[in-house]
């Protein structure tokens, strides 16, 4: 029976990712494909990174928003604490939510994402491109498999 491996590409590219993370998805990534080279396999196996599919265009707006929701959690621990005024505060986070509210920032937003990183965004382009990627794998696998 012929079947497709998808090797978990989540955050695209392993230099895409903080350091400390880079070896383990390394490896997961690498332990995913590894029963596609074994000899029982050859024919009716393949692996297909998916990391290549990642959009990175969403990846940047999600690390804007990623960090906005952490300077928004210190700034209201510095409040309660009264390290920072409740108006500075508030500047603060606006001017860096207004670069993320710009229109075109919005719309990749919108018309690209609807889940978390972990699920590729929701991004229907990049299952699309995923899934088109498993096709033609399925293709390059043995006529006697299929």
Sequence with gaps: MPFVIGVMGTNGPIDNLEPRYQPIHAEFRKAMAAPAKLPEFQGN????????????????????????????RQLEQAIKKGEVGQDDAAAE??????????????????????????????????????????????????????
């Design 45 to 72: 196996v393949i692996a297909v990174q998916t990391a290549p599919y990642w959009d990175m265009r969403l990846d940047a707006v999600a690390k804007k928003r990623d960090a906005l929701n952490v300077r928004k």
């Design 93 to 146: 986070l606006s001017e860096i939510a207004a670069e993320l509210a710009s229109p075109e920032i919005q719309g990749l937003w919108d018309r690209g994402a609807s889940n978390a990183a972990y699920h590729y965004f929701g991004c229907g382009k990049t299952m699309a491109l995923i899934g088109q990627a498993f096709a033609e794998g399925l293709q390059s696998i043995s006529p006697a498999a299929r």
